[in-house]
């Protein structure tokens, strides 16, 4: 009974297997035959269904809860230390894509032998291109801390950390000056 509401159309068209043809039913009837057919116990088991499907998506929810370890839920870690480092590689990624167009401008544009009006043509083309695309912007960050000074470029590491590694052996080939 619920479902039926009463936006519905008030008539329907509907094929009757007696006649097959089509023929015009009206609504308010059906639903007044239908309401007195609906009585209390019929609802009641309505509402039984209602909080029988309730508890069971309770209980699945439940179990899913239980299956799913909780480190899911929590702090999630990328492969990055920290923001900076991921916007450096974003930046090595873009100057990498752009180095061959950037590289064939800027010989254009620093050839003096080409007259003056071509040289303003590539100043503005190498205006035009993304600014991330230029290697001056990138950073060489140390990996375990994104340190951005005194990074030793070898290993890729600040040489705060670097000696760290170092003095207790953790660096392969390396160690202190003994003389």
């Known amino acids: 009974m619920r479902f039926l509401q009463p936006q519905v159309k008030q008539s ?10 089509l023929r015009k039913v009206n609504l308010a009837n059906d639903m007044q035959i ?3 057919r609906i009585t209390a116990e019929n609802l009641q088991s309505l509402n039984c269904w209602d909080n029988i499907a309730a508890s069971m998506l309770g209980s699945l929810l439940r179990t899913i809860r239980q299956v799913v370890p909780s480190s899911a839920s929590g702090q999630v870690r990328s492969y990055y ?3 900076k480092m991921l916007r450096d590689v974003k930046r090595r990624k873009m100057a990498y894509e752009y180095v061959d167009e950037r590289l064939h401008i800027h010989s254009l544009r620093k050839n003096t032998i080409l007259p003056k009006d071509l040289q303003e043509v590539a100043d503005e083309e190498i205006a035009a291109l993304p600014r991330d695309s230029c290697c001056i912007r990138i950073t060489n960050r140390c990996l375990t801390t994104s340190r951005p000074q ?3 470029r070898r290993w890729r590491l600040s040489h705060i950390f670097f000696y760290h590694l170092a003095d207790h052996g953790q660096l392969s080939g390396v160690q202190r ?3």
């Open 12 to 21: 329907l068209l509907v094929l009757t297997a007696s006649h097959h043809h």
């Open 34 to 36: 239908l309401k007195d």
């Open 81 to 83: 230390v920290d923001w």
């Open 150 to 152: 005194g990074v030793r």
């Open 177 to 179: 000056a003994m003389w």
